[in-house]
């Protein structure tokens, strides 16, 4: 899958917030076999916190090369996301960004109209955005429009597990791209990562459902296989569903001939 100037061979892409330790971050990055983790920005008001999660990621076991998508979580406006994005590319060294804003707190939900201003005003600035956003297809056509790389349409919402919410939407978004389309938020199981897969999406983003597991990298596990089986699936094309029954063995008249 090939995002801006970046290929990837895992459409598994991780969150990096609520884990105990370091240790099974590392642990469930290296289960995953993802290739690009996502860092919030603008809610580590600790640089030393930041700059400890990017050196654990950067330490990983030889052979295992991660790239780092910083995020904008927690910004309330486009000022605040163009901000934090402008900070990780002089922190960090990276002009990707994941744009995320969501002033209410209760559901943190995305704000689209803040969202398009943002995108607009960073992509002109040489950004490569990856915008979160509602399961909206008419706000990603025109996110899309204003030239950002990706659009990452939320499942439910953040941390809430509760898989998709969706599937019409959704289905809609995937039809009409013509840019990467990234599952984001509330995927709580490895069938719910399958669906989306199975629907067409390009990849996913998990953070809570691996990251509060009781083995983080053992359900890394299972969603990097949830995510293989779905992508296959899609590409074989399942065949479609019927409301009939349809005998698989067919092949018995032979049980009904008179002797």
């Known amino acids: 899958m090939k995002i801006a100037d970046k290929t990837f061979n895992s459409r598994l892409f991780l969150g990096t917030g609520k884990y105990a330790h370091s240790k099974q971050l590392v642990s469930a990055v290296v289960a995953s076999e ?70 209410e707190r209760k559901y943190l939900l995305p704000d689209p109209l803040e969202t398009v201003k943002a995108a607009e005003h960073l992509v002109k600035k040489g950004f490569v955005v990856l915008p979160y956003c509602s399961c909206d297809p008419m706000l990603c056509r025109r996110l899309q429009d204003v030239g950002c790389d990706a659009v990452m349409p939320l499942a439910s919402p953040i941390g809430s597990l509760g898989g998709i919410s969706s599937t019409a939407m959704l289905q809609i978004i995937i039809e009409q791209a013509q840019v990467p389309v990234i599952v984001d938020a509330g995927l709580g199981a490895p069938s719910h990562a399958t669906q989306a897969m199975e629907m067409g999406a390009d990849a996913v983003l998990v953070n809570t459902a691996i990251a509060v597991a009781s083995e983080p990298d053992k359900m890394a596990s ?5 995510v293989q089986a779905g992508r296959t699936a899609y590409e074989l094309r399942l065949t479609p569903q019927s409301e009939e029954a349809s005998a698989t063995t067919p092949m018995t008249d032979f049980l009904r001939e008179e002797s």
């Open 222 to 226: 299972a969603f990097k296989q949830g």
């Open 34 to 103: 993802t290739e690009l983790v996502t860092m919030a920005v603008a809610r580590v008001s600790d640089t030393v916190a930041t700059n400890t999660l990017y050196r654990t990621l950067n330490d990983m076991p030889s052979g295992i090369q991660i790239d780092f998508l910083p995020n904008t979580s927690g910004a309330r406006n486009a000022k605040e996301a163009i901000y934090a994005a402008e900070l990780a590319r002089q922190i960090f060294g990276t002009y990707w960004v994941k744009l995320e804003i969501h002033p």
